[in-house]
């Protein structure tokens, strides 16, 4: 499996709710690796351009006012398939269809407020780490608990 970068980010209810820390957790427990971090109300262009695929749908002007209507927690977490271990982790995008044991299962109740963002293939996280994140805020270094968490 390829060591991956992925791009997700606490939206504004999940700060708003005190969840971050809760959110974090989940992925530093899992063996994910964070790369770079940013708390950050996200202009609206910036949004407009994050969400560029849902422009023209029902839902596109509530999901940008949404997502700019305070600030959110923005990372870039790395590890073995990091993308889809991310994707699984938060759950369906509707959060009474997300398992429980899911950021979204665990937490949300209804698809406009669903707590997380997460990269959906390598290309999509490539492409969203570079709206938000310059590349020398992408930091390298060697983290020890690899060793053990990696065979
Ligand atoms: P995901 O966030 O699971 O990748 P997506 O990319 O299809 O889902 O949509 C982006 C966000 O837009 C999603 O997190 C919540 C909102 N959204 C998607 N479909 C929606 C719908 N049918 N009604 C309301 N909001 C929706
Ligand atoms: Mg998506």
Request: with cysteine.
């Amino acid at each position: 499996m390829p060591i991956e970068q992925t791009y997700l980010m606490v939206k504004p209810d999940g700060v708003q709710r005190g969840l971050c820390g809760e959110i974090l957790s989940r992925f530093e427990n899992k063996g994910l690796k964070i790369v770079a971090m940013k708390f950050m109300v996200i202009r609206k262009d910036v949004a407009e351009n994050h969400y560029g695929e849902h422009k023209g749908k029902g839902f596109y002007d509530s999901l940008i006012s949404y997502i700019i209507s305070g600030p959110v927690l923005a990372m870039v977490l790395e590890g073995d398939n990091a993308v889809a271990v991310c994707r699984n982790m938060m759950g369906k995008t509707n959060p009474q269809d997300s398992a429980p044991g899911t950021i979204r299962g665990d937490f949300g109740m209804v698809t406009g407020m669903n707590l997380i963002h997460g990269s959906d293939s390598p290309a999509s996280a490539a492409r969203e780490i570079s709206i938000f994140f310059k590349p020398e805020e992408l930091i390298t270094y060697k983290r020890t608990a690899d060793d053990w968490i990696y065979e």
